[in-house]
DNA sequence: CATTTTGGTTTCATAATGCAACCAAAATTC
DNA sequence: GAATTTTGGTTGCATTATGAAACCAAAATG
């Protein structure tokens, strides 16, 4: 596992957020399970990586509770992996990497796969506002520091 | 550099968009460029990298222009990085990493960080909405994926 | 102008990862 | 229902990435 130290600023709620994700493969693997990749050997096709790292992150991410295990057919032995209802807050991560790539990294024209609303078929955005719900530009946002950093 | 392969699924923006950040280290420098960091020395001491990846992966940023030297003092020797148009993108991302922690990571009246409003101090939030403006819920929405996978 | 700090590079030890072989239990096929 | 394949791993070893420390030149500071 990588044994990251801590972050130092750990009173920051995304260096906290890094820290219980864990590392790249976990972000990888909490990515394709927002595509419904549920199985063991669907991550690992999906994502090419080896079976015993494999085995550690899904381990890991069930421990954090940002994933958990639902066994499949009457046979308790097997299992598949999906998201908790805290790794679903995971979600407006995703759409903002979404968007980001959509924005940056996408020939004009290029085709891409689209998340939008299932009822109506608009694509889903994601803003940033203030808590009375105004739009606002991350220029127009200053981060508190808690005193001793 | 880790040379990672490229993730299956090259269509899918937010797949490409953890691409092009590259690794666990790069996210946590932007992380801490979002923070004003802006020194070599800096970056270091605040993530405790080494040196020498700390060297590779500003490097690499900005190849990938997330990040961009700007000369500091008059001597042209002297550089210190900082997030270019593009990278200043990734602010969602960082805002949605926040959210997540505030809400699953601190104990109810533990002191963390808090992004607020410049003009008023009202805290920023983030939220999903179809591109008309309202506001929905990630289970209501649905990937439509591009053909051959 | 002497000293310290900055922003690195290089080398080497150590830790993480990838790969292949292997395996038992479950699922599937015949 | 026996044989075969697939699944979901584990183990051991080679490879690769990382971390630590030493070192260095240029810039900044005293």
């Known amino acids: ?19 219980a994700i864990g590392d790249w493969w976990s972000l990888l693997i909490v990515r394709d399970a927002f595509d419904d990749i549920r199985r063991f050997s669907d991550f690992q096709k999906s994502l090419g990586i080896a079976k015993n ?7 890991t991410l069930v421990d954090r509770g ?16 999906q998201l908790t ?7 407006p991560v995703m759409v903002a990497l979404r968007q980001f790539g959509e924005r940056h990294l996408f020939e004009p024209g290029e085709e891409h796969s689209l998340l939008v609303e299932k009822e109506t078929g608009l694509p889903v955005r994601l803003d940033i506002r203030t808590q ?18």
Chains 1, 2 share one sequence.
């Open 1 to 19: 596992m990588v044994a990251r130290r801590r972050l130092k600023g750990d009173y920051c709620p995304s260096a906290r957020s890094l820290d």
């Open 53 to 59: 790292i494999l085995t550690d992150r899904l381990r």
């Open 66 to 81: 940002i994933l958990e295990t639902v066994p499949v057919g009457e046979a308790k032995a097997r299992v598949e992996y």
């Open 85 to 91: 209802p805290m790794g679903r807050d995971l979600f």
């Open 132 to 149: 009375d719900g105004r739009p606002i530009d991350a220029a127009e946002t200053v981060l508190i520091k808690v005193p001793e950093d």
